[in-house]
């Protein structure tokens, strides 16, 4: 009875033993294989090591900044006043034409942007693959994006680049870039699938596991690069998808020209650099070299495999650094 009495007031206080509503996370190493977390051990390593470079070069920047002030305004008082003046001048004049300069280039971009939106071909970053990456995942992958659409305002035979399937986190880190509103790229919350439901025999999905090798580079084709992270962990998820859609695949002739090393991931924007220089030199062994780091390969005609894969890669680091150029209000 004493029991009962008090089941039944501990009910009318509110404290049944029923599940937490806001149970404690479980940690999200607990969930991971060995592999996983050593590897996401050694990422997170480097990114603190990224960091701390990152504060180091900002800071000696700093100084260097403060240094050359210094110098100039020794120069200046060590000169008399016309000769101050005139140095003064040329200084402005010289800045004025680095502006124009940039100016002219920047048109000259947006113009062949536009240009290539109309006429030349359509690379498409398949961005429904958002769900099964970590946030530093995601922000690796958005890197590599602005990287992608920086290499392509610089060639002079740029294509059309696409961003299908950009919602949720990987919309909201897209949106944090500077001048993403303004880039001359399309934006598709919606999956590629439906952006060209009306060219679906014209999609070519290039993953590793093809069997058909691509030769040339169709301009009546639209070639889409999955944006994934880690691929490792998700063996053979872009050709699943692609025959559940039905639509073609691919996967470049790297065997041809090359023998990949033990690292034979490619990042996204590994691939469409690769692509974006064939389109500029029709040489498929060119664009490999220039791109592919020496480190993932070793010369030789054997077939090999290759994965496009969204993981970031150290060595690029400093090449990366241009990503940072793009204009904002392009």
């Known amino acids: 009875m004493n029991t009962t009495m008090e089941a039944t007031q501990n009910e009318q206080n509110g404290q049944v033993n029923s599940p937490d509503p806001n149970p404690s996370p479980v940690p999200q190493h607990q969930s991971l294989s060995k592999n996983a977390q050593k590897k996401l051990l050694k990422q997170q390593k480097y990114e603190a090591k990224k960091a701390e470079k990152k504060a180091q070069m900002k800071e000696q920047k700093q100084r260097d900044a403060e ?105 909201t880190q897209l949106q944090r870039l500077p001048g993403f509103d303004k880039w001359i790229i399309e934006k598709e919350k919606q999956s590629y699938i439906k952006a060209f439901s009306d060219r679906k025999d014209d999609l070519v999905y290039l993953t590793a596991d093809s069997e058909t090798v691509l030769h040339e580079l169709d301009p009546t084709k639209v070639y889409i690069v999955g944006g994934l992270v880690d691929r490792n962990r998700w063996k053979g998820i872009t050709m699943k998808k692609a025959e559940e859609q039905g639509i073609h695949t691919a996967k470049l002739p790297i065997g041809a020209y090359m023998k990949m090393s033990s690292s034979q991931v490619l990042t996204v924007n590994q691939v469409i650099e690769i692509l974006l220089k064939f389109l500029e030199t029709k040489d498929w062994k060119d664009s490999f070299f220039q791109v592919i780091p020496q480190r993932k390969r070793t010369e030789g005609d054997s077939e090999n495999c290759q994965e496009v894969d969204g993981e970031d890669c150290e060595e690029e680091t400093e090449k990366k650094k241009r990503c940072l150029e793009v204009p904002s209000h392009d």
Not at 106 to 132: C, P
Not at 158 to 163: K, M, R, S
Request: aromatic letters at 4%; one cysteine or more.
């Open 67 to 171: 240094r050359k002030r210094k110098e100039w305004e020794e120069k200046l008082a060590a000169l008399p006043e016309d000769e101050r003046l005139k140095l003064i001048d040329s200084r402005k004049e010289l800045r004025r034409e680095r502006m124009e300069k940039r100016s002219e280039e920047r048109g000259q971009k947006i113009q062949r942007l536009t240009q290539a939106k109309e006429t030349d071909q359509n690379i498409v970053v398949d961005l429904e693959f958002s769900h099964l990456m970590t946030h530093s995942e995601i922000h690796s992958l958005v890197q590599q994006i602005m990287y992608c659409y920086a290499v392509n305002g610089r060639c002079s035979s740029p294509a059309h680049l696409w961003l299908t399937g950009c919602e949720g986190e990987m919309e």
